[in-house]
């Protein structure tokens, strides 16, 4: 009886997942009707109508008080609501992102995408070596392998799958079709960034997801675990690290940045710091985030504070 329970348990999760998931393809598809400009517009307004009735609002609304304890509630509503438009933007994104990124650097029309960084693109093209790119949850962070592969630089992503087994398999598909090689966070997702190293390929990774057993580090004031991974691949391969993110503009715009190399935490042998690498990495997101604070994730629980929070699933 028990074993029946369990199946019948397990049969109605994935029912539940498959139907979440028909509704979230049926929303895609409709936005597939309308121009570009006008689904983002539309899915602007639906997130920032949608996120405010949801139960992670409030745990927005908690990270932007720990976050700005200086900013009013006012300025912290709307932050919430910019984020919550930023989380729609990205959905209808999904969609367009092929006919988004037109970018071309051997032309002088001014397109939807800009770009920072390109003399560095272009060494890391004409001069190839293994290197780390990371970035955080910032604007449209999926348009940087994009503009990569664009200039002819295929680099190795780590990502996250959702949680819904029906939507991270489209995801996948569509990722993999666009932005080159990707690797899902697993268990052994380490050993295959650090083989694409050590053949003098690039990775790229996300730094400011929620880690639970990871290095002791702060994140604006306030204690958080940090992956060690990047840290980890640095000390392993002495290769270097590039920052690089996406600003959204007005008129649906993008600036993508590409910034120099960052300095490296060294001890006083030499040797990479690695729990100081971690901690900059941290104070380089923060810094973005803090210019374009409507521009991030806040729903994610990333100080793990939801033992604070009432009625709010990590």
């Known amino acids: 009886m028990r074993k029946l329970i369990t199946r019948v348990v397990l049969a109605l999760r994935n029912f539940e997942q ?89 032309s ?26 990371f970035t955080g949850h910032t604007g449209n962070f999926e348009m940087l392998p994009v503009a990569g592969a664009a200039f002819g630089i295929e680099v190795t992503v780590l990502f996250r799958p959702p949680n819904n087994p029906y939507i991270a398999e489209k995801v996948f598909e569509f990722r993999r079709a666009r932005m080159g090689n990707l690797v899902p966070s697993h268990a052994g997702s380490s050993f ?20 639970r057993k990871g290095l002791s580090t702060t994140f604006f004031g306030r204690p958080v675990q940090t992956n060690p991974l990047l840290a ?10 590039y920052p690089a993110r996406c600003i959204r503009l007005p008129d649906n ?13 060294r001890r006083a042998d030499g040797a990479v710091d690695v729990d100081a690498t971690a901690q900059k990495l941290n104070d380089k997101v923060e810094q ?11 729903y994610h629980d990333r100080w793990d504070i939801k033992k604070t929070v009432k009625h709010v699933k990590a």
């Open 232 to 241: 980890k691949l640095v000390r392993q391969f002495d290769c270097e690290v």
């Open 18 to 106: 498959w139907l979440v998931a028909q509704f979230v393809f049926g929303l895609l598809n409709v936005l597939k009707l309308f121009p570009a400009d006008g689904a983002m517009n539309a899915a602007d307004r639906f997130g920032r109508f949608v996120g405010p009735k949801t139960r992670r609002h409030q745990l927005m609304l908690t990270n932007l008080r720990n976050a700005f304890p200086e900013k009013s509630e006012a300025e912290l509503a709307t932050i919430a609501m910019d984020s919550w438009g930023n989380m729609g933007r990205m959905a209808a994104e999904y969609v367009f992102l092929d006919r988004l990124f037109d970018f071309d650097p051997f």
């Open 288 to 298: 973005w985030v803090r210019e374009y604070p409507g521009q991030w994730l806040w």
């Open 192 to 211: 295959t960034l650090a083989r694409k190293l050590d053949a003098g390929e690039p990775v790229g990774v996300l730094v400011d997801q929620k880690y």
């Open 108 to 133: 002088d029309k001014v397109g939807r995408v800009e770009v920072e960084g390109v003399p560095i693109f272009i060494d890391l093209y004409e001069n190839r070596r293994p290197f780390i790119v």
């Open 253 to 265: 715009r993008f600036r993508l940045e590409l910034e120099p190399a960052m300095e490296i935490p």
